[in-house]
Each structure stands twice: as structure tokens, then as C-alpha cells.
């Protein structure tokens, strides 16, 4: 089942469930597609992000795109998936805030989500993720982009 989450649009949010130990395809955009993560220092700051939520959740894959990011993770036995979203993007910006001596958004509210089944190919859903910067035209190779993980890989 897919999700999107809209500023102000409360009604949208209530369909989302937070399933423990549920794999989940996580999509997350800036604020007026603002290339923050272009500058890999910025991209860094946000892959530290997904590891501090390591107690509440496991990561499989991610890619960090100039504009977004792609986070392929499973939930831990007590994590509410919009609580754990919401740590990423809250201590990402204010990192990154801090760094620039900068206030305002970074995050575009809200984030996509797609809850996935044991049986989907998770391999799969991996290598589609890590070949975004390849299907944008950043790079030749992902050997090339340095901000992607995957346990598989």
C-alpha cells in the first residue's frame, strides 16, 4: 500500500500504521527540491541520521539523491515508522542548519511510504534503489556515488 503525507492534510495521515518489524520503503524530499545533499558533507550528515534511529530500526538500503533520499528499512519491535521518519529529518535539518548558520525548513513536510511483503524480492528493491543516481545521469557507475549502502551489496 502506498502513502503520501501532505502538509496539513491531517486526513492522509490516517491510514498510516505503523506495522513492528514491517520493511518499509521510505521516500523523503527537501523543501523545494533544494539540492542540500549535492555537497557530500550534507549527504554524510543525513546517513549518520539513519544510523542514530539503529536502536528502532534496521537498514537494509539508501540512497541520498541531491534532493531526496530513498531509505529501504525495517521497524523495530516499539518504533512508529512517522516517529522514526520525523528523528531523520528533524536532526538531519538541524544539523545541517547548524553547519550553514542557517534557520528554516530543509525537509518537505510529510514522506512517502510503502510497506512491503516478506515474499518481494528485497535484492531487488535494493539495486533499484542504489542505481537512482545512475538513472539521473549523476554518475556512470554507482561505484562512482558515494552515498548509498546495502546490506546485500
Not at 40 to 57: I, Q, W
Not at 68 to 90: E, I, N, P, R, T
Request: charged share 25%; net charge positive.
Amino acid at each position: 500500500m502506498t502513502r503520501t503525507v501532505r502538509a496539513g492534510s491531517q486526513c492522509l495521515r490516517k491510514g498510516r500504521y505503523s506495522e513492528p518489524n514491517r520493511i518499509y520503503l521510505v521516500t523523503a524530499t527537501t523543501k523545494n527540491r533544494v539540492s542540500w545533499f549535492r555537497d557530500f558533507y550534507h549527504g554524510r550528515m543525513l546517513v549518520d541520521c539513519f544510523r542514530c534511529t539503529e536502536s528502532n530500526t534496521i537498514t537494509l538500503a539508501f540512497v541520498v539523491m541531491p534532493d531526496h533520499f530513498h531509505w529501504l528499512m525495517q521497524l523495530g519491535d516499539h518504533a512508529s515508522l512517522s516517529k522514526v521518519v520525523q528523528q531523520v529529518k528533524s536532526v538531519s535539518a538541524h544539523r545541517m542548519n547548524k553547519h550553514l548558520k542557517r534557520h528554516g525548513p530543509i525537509w518537505q513536510d510529510g514522506f512517502h511510504d510503502r510497506a512491503l511483503r516478506r515474499e518481494e524480492d528485497l535484492q531487488a528493491i535494493a539495486r533499484y534503489i542504489v542505481m537512482n543516481p545512475i538513472r539521473a545521469g549523476l554518475v556512470n557507475s554507482v561505484r562512482e556515488y558515494p552515498l548509498w549502502d546495502a546490506i546485500w551489496l
